[in-house]
T-cell receptor, first 116, second 112 residues
Framework: KAGVTQTPRYLIKTRGQQVTLSCSPI?????VSWYQQTPGQGLQFLFE???????NKGNFPGRFSGRQFSNSRSEMNVSTLELGDSALYLC???????????????FGPGTRLLVL | DQQVKQNSPSLSVQEGRISILNCDYT??????FLWYKKYPAEGPTFLIS?????DKNEDGRFTVFLNKSAKHLSLHIVPSQPGDSAVYFC???????????FGKGTSLLVTP
């Protein structure tokens, strides 16, 4: 099976712009989660989608949003970019066969975003 | 508020010896724990997990131990190999959701 794929791998934007990142989960996986990794804060949970609905949300401002499509592919959007949004954005997928969180999440390679 | 802590930023071990990576957590609602390995500019790779109903789980050279009363888990790698050199992240989740809470990571260096 192919792993989680993310596009683009690298992105350079300027402050005030917006950006859309894409994630394709492992085939058959129905849950997609997004994480932000920065040197200072480490890996932080952004949000999780299942059946096109956001089920869980981390502690990030409303500038960060996402969506999931009927084929489980997901996108995340960051509007009005700030310098501090420079980070590695990781997408992870899981099968979501249970109602709870006891499932392994498999990560993609990430999108490296640089905001100038 | 860091609910998962890896207090050792780095660890150096000789090839063939045991590597022990530690992780502490503060939230008693966590009941599923995972270890990931990460190379620079790549996504984390899943290594091993343990549910709170167990106290040990083994997979080849990797063993995870969970001490619920101490809110502590550890990853043992035996024997350590140079290819194990990477950053290791401990993560925890609650049964009620899919959000993984990560530690800041421990950089393991295995020297020949």
């Amino acid at each position: 099976k192919a792993g989680v794929t993310q596009t683009p791998r690298y992105l350079i934007k300027t402050r005030g712009q917006q950006v859309t990142l894409s994630c394709s989960p492992i085939s058959g996986h129905r849950s997609v989660s997004w994480y932000q990794q920065t040197p200072g804060q480490g890996l932080q949970f952004l949000f999780e989608y299942f059946s096109e609905t956001q089920r869980n949300k981390g502690n990030f401002p409303g500038r960060f949003s996402g969506r999931q499509f009927s084929n489980s592919r997901s996108e995340m959007n960051v509007s009005t970019l700030e310098l501090g949004d420079s980070a590695l954005y990781l997408c992870a997928s899981s099968q979501a066969t249970t109602s709870g969180g006891r499932e392994t999440q498999y990560f993609g390679p990430g999108t490296r975003l640089l905001v100038l | 508020d860091q609910q998962v802590k890896q207090n050792s930023p780095s660890l150096s071990v000789q090839e063939g010896r045991i590597s022990i990576l530690n992780c502490d957590y503060t939230n008693s609602m966590f009941d599923y724990f995972l270890w990931y390995k990460k190379y620079p500019a790549e996504g984390p790779t899943f290594l091993i997990s343990i549910s709170s109903i167990k106290d040990k789980n083994e997979d080849g050279r990797f063993t995870v131990f969970l001490n619920k009363s101490a809110k502590h888990l550890s990853l043992h790698i035996v024997p350590s190999q140079p290819g194990d050199s990477a950053v290791y992240f401990c993560a925890a989740s609650k049964n009620s959701g899919y959000a993984l809470n990560f530690g800041k990571g421990t950089s393991l260096l295995v020297t020949p």
